[in-house]
C-alpha cells in the first residue's frame, strides 16, 4: 500500500510519499481500508517533533473508511462496516489498522468524508463544551480563533447551549467567525481584545476562555477570565505558552486546564456518546462542516504548509488514491 512516512523530523517535505506492506490486523483490531483522512495540527507537531514520537514513524491521527478484515476476538464489527476514528496514529495512508474499540459505526446520513472532517475536531469542540466547561444558557464565552477547524464548530455548539459568544479571528477570516454564529467578533490582529472583551462585559469578564492560540493570546485570554471562570487552553497554534505564575489564577478564582481529546474519550462509552451526539446535530443540519480543501496523500506536504500558512479555514482532508 501508499503510505506517508516521516523519516526525519524537519518541516513539510519530511512527509515521503512510500510503498511499505499492508499490515494484517491482530487480537482486537481492525483493518480499516481508507477513504478519507483528516489533517489536524497534531500532525505538524508530530513532524516538527513537537510532539515526540520513535523515529520513523506513520503521521495522522483521524480517517474513516471501510473495515476490510478483522482480527481475533473482535465482535463489533464485520468486513464491509462503514467506520471513523480519532486519535489513533498512522492514519495518512491507504489501509490502517485500528483497535476496534477505537472504531465508530458511521451512520447513512455521514459520509466518509464527512467523517474525517468531523471525529477530531467535532469531538474536541464537543467535549470543550460539554465537559471541560459545561456552557449553560446565558453565560458568555470567548473562543480564541473563532474561524479555525475546532473553533467554528465550538462556536455554534456554545450557541447550541444558549451562550454569547465572543470570537477572535485574523482580519481575512472574520466572516467565517460571523457566519459560525459570534454575537461579536473581534480581529485579534489589530485590536485588543482583552479591551473589547471587558467591555462587553462591563468588566467582569468570561464564564469561559477557550484558547488554542496559545503564547499569543494567553496571557490576556487568563484576563478575559469572570469569577470561577474555565480557561481552557487545549492548543498552541501560535507556540508554547512560556511558564507562567501561577497564582495570576488568584485574581478571579480560574480553573486552569489543558486537556487532549483523549481524556475526554477515554471510555467506550464517552467515545460513542460524544461521536452519536456529533453526528446527530451534522445530520440534522445543526452543526455545519467546513471542508476547506480535499489533497490528495501523495500531496501530504502542500496540505502541511497551506494549515502552517493560516491559509486553511476549516478542515483539510487528505484522499488516498485507492
Ligand atoms: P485550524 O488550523 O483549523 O485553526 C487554527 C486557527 O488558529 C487558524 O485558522 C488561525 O486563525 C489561528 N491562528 C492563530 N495564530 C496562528 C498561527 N501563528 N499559526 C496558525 N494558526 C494560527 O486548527 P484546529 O482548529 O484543528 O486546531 C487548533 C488548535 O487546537 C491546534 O493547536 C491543535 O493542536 C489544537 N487541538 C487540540 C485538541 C485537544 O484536544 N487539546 C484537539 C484538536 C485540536 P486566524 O488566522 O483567524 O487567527
Known sequence: ???????????????????????????????????AIGVN???????????????????????????????????????????AYAMVRGAYAEYAIVPAHMLVHLPDSIDSKTAAAAMLQGMTAHYLATSVHPIAAGETVLIQ???GGVGALLVQIAKMLGARVLGTASTKHLHIAAEAGCDVVIDYTKDDFEAVVMAETDGKGCNAVYDSVGKTTFDKSLNCCGLRATLGLFGQSSGVVPPFDPSR???????LTRPSLGHYIHTREELLDRARELF??????????RIDREVRLT???????????????????LIPDN
Open 41 to 83: 495540527f497534531i500532525d505538524v507537531y508530530h513532524r516538527t517533533g513537537l510532539y515526540k514520537l520513535p523515529l520513523p514513524f506513520m503521521p495522522g491521527s483521524e480517517a474513516a473508511g471501510v473495515v476490510e478484515a478483522i482480527g481475533d476476538g473482535v465482535d463489533s464489527l464485520k468486513r464491509g462496516d462503514r467506520v
Open 145 to 147: 480563533a473563532a474561524a
Open 299 to 317: 500531496d501530504a506536504a502542500d496540505a502541511h504548509r497551506a494549515l502552517e500558512a493560516r491559509e486553511t479555514t476549516g478542515k483539510v482532508l
Open 280 to 289: 446527530e446535530w451534522i445530520g440534522s443540519g445543526r452543526l455545519k462542516l
Open 1 to 35: 500500500m501508499k503510505a506517508i512516512r516521516v523519516s526525519q523530523l524537519g518541516g513539510p517535505e519530511v512527509l515521503q510519499y512510500v510503498d511499505v506492506d499492508t499490515p494484517k490486523p491482530g487480537a482486537g483490531e481492525a483493518l480499516v481500508r481508507i477513504e
Open 249 to 255: 489564577l488568584a485574581k478571579n478564582g480560574v480553573f
